[in-house]
């Protein structure tokens, strides 16, 4: 028998990079479509902003996007705590979706809403879970023929994660009233909190005030108890 080589090392050139309502880690909900209202931009980077490239892409309504998880440590450990778990018990990384992960890839199915190839080519998109800047590999169209499968088993994952009801104080709805994008921030705000983004080991309600950034502004919120389940509160919205 002969022995099987290590496969030989790969290197990639990122195709393009990120601009998104996120312009930090914490809080970006954990997969794409959870927060529908979160736009991005991919801009293409030569010598990947080629209009030919993009040629009939705007046909297909979604498409993948491999990217790398760049503000991600890159250490990595066989097994890893899903917040899905409660942040306690521990799976094998390649069992989840963790960012933590060898070569540090992502796969995000996003909604293409427009290519704009006037100055290059960038690409724009609703429901990215990425952080502005993230570096982008590559991008394939969504065939929901081939890849939607309604009756997969998701195991520790089997549902959508659970909501959380979100409100507004008076000092944030004024912040809102006075902005142009009121409307759409609202939206991205109330789709973002409904995920409860505090750690995992706070999950109890307490009086503590926690803060997002979303697009340019510090969305301070904290967690109340309500009769059903956590309801979370926006105290204000500053600028970040
Ligand atoms: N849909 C992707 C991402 C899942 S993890 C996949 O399955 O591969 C989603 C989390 O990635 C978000 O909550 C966000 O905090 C984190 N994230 C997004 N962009 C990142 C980046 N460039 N580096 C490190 N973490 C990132």
């Not at 933590?100 to 998109?125: A, K, Q």
């Not at 609202?186 to 409904?194: F, K, N, S, W, Y």
Request: positive net charge; proline residues 11%; hydrophobic residues 40%.
């Amino acid at each position: 028998m002969t022995e099987i080589p290590p496969p030989p090392a790969v290197t990639l050139s990122p195709i393009g990079v990120i601009e998104s309502d996120y312009p930090d880690k914490f809080g970006i909900p954990r997969q794409p479509g959870l927060a529908p209202a979160a736009r991005a931009r991919l801009v293409l980077t030569p010598p990947f902003d080629d209009p030919l490239a993009v040629r009939g892409l705007e046909a297909f309504s979604h498409l993948w996007l491999t990217f790398v998880f760049h503000q991600s440590p890159l250490r990595w450990t066989p097994l890893v705590r899903p917040p899905r778990l409660g942040g306690n018990a521990r799976v094998g990384v390649f069992a989840s979706r963790s960012t933590h992960r060898p070569n540090r890839l992502g796969l995000s199915l996003v909604e293409l809403l427009e290519i704009d190839t006037r100055r290059g080519v960038s690409l724009r998109l609703n429901g990215a879970d990425l952080v502005s800047g993230t570096p982008v590999l590559d991008i394939k169209p969504y065939l929901p023929w081939a890849e939607a499968r309604p009756e997969a088993r998701a195991g520790f994952a089997p549902e959508a994660p659970l909501r959380c009801a979100v409100g507004f104080a008076a000092a944030a709805e004024a912040t809102l009233t006075e902005r142009v994008d009121g409307a759409s921030l609202r939206e991205l705000i109330t789709q973002v909190l409904a995920q409860d983004p505090r750690p995992a080991y706070r999950k109890g309600a307490e009086q503590r005030t926690y803060g997002v950034r979303l697009r340019d502004v510090d969305v301070r919120f904290r967690a109340l108890a309500a009769d059903a389940g956590t309801r979370m509160e926006v105290v204000e919205i500053v600028p970040a």
